[in-house]
């Protein structure tokens, strides 16, 4: 994520119930006496990163390295009012994720060790999951994406069941009050790595190193 916004949020990937109905971390955290803050962290509001439900409270875990096409409709709905090039975003994905085989004359987003395909098109084209089809529905998203003015930036690493956005207060504020997103502020520095939540019990690697 470019450290160039002045406000920035972290977007957390919703757990789905068995009726494929969203949860929420917050929600998650409380049922399980731990507590939802800015850097929690999946495996420690659980307990257990290898924890595979909890009846009755959610039975898929937060997608790892992909932004969930209805929760990425949620958040473009309210990017769009906040670029003056809608109609014209850049959206980049990692060729080493497995979804995707770009053409060599693509352009590429140069990025240290991880390699970018890069496309173009309107806002409406945030929720393409990459890789998707009648066989294999689920796909992937793109990893990075923004508008022609940089007015915002959507990141999302492949490691990890959270999104980030960088963009202007007023866009963020509006991120964070909207109900159909579940998202905190976040800071350039804030750690991301699995063991960065300093409040909730550590839970063992989810590695299992």
């Not at 769009?80 to 590429?108: L, Q, V």
């Not at 207060?169 to 976040?186: I, K, M, S, Y």
Request: aromatic content about 10%; overall charge negative.
């Amino acid at each position: 994520m470019p450290q160039v916004f002045p406000a920035y949020a972290r977007i957390f990937h919703p757990p789905n119930t068995i009726d494929d109905e969203t949860a929420r971390w917050a929600d998650v955290a409380a049922a399980n006496g731990t507590t939802a803050h800015p850097i929690m962290e999946w495996g420690s509001i659980v307990g257990d990163w290898h924890t595979s439900e909890q009846e009755g409270l959610w039975h898929d875990s937060p997608v790892r390295g992909s932004l969930p096409a209805r929760t990425t409709r949620a958040l473009a709905d309210i990017l769009r009012r906040f670029t003056a090039t809608p109609d014209h975003c850049w959206f980049a994905h990692w060729e080493g994720s497995g979804y995707i085989t770009a053409p060599s004359n693509y352009p590429r987003l140069p990025m240290p060790s991880r390699a970018m395909a890069l496309f173009s098109g309107s806002i409406d084209l945030a929720d393409t999951q990459f890789g998707a089809d009648k066989q294999f529905p689920g796909g992937m998203s793109a990893h990075l994406w923004w508008p022609d003015d940089h007015a915002w930036c959507v990141a999302t690493d492949i490691d990890l069941m959270t999104t980030y956005l960088g963009a202007s207060p007023e866009c963020v504020d509006t991120v964070l009050t909207d109900d159909a997103l579940e998202a905190l502020p976040a800071t350039p520095d804030q750690r991301i790595t699995w063991d960065s939540d300093t409040i909730n019990p550590l839970s063992s690697s989810p590695s299992g190193l």
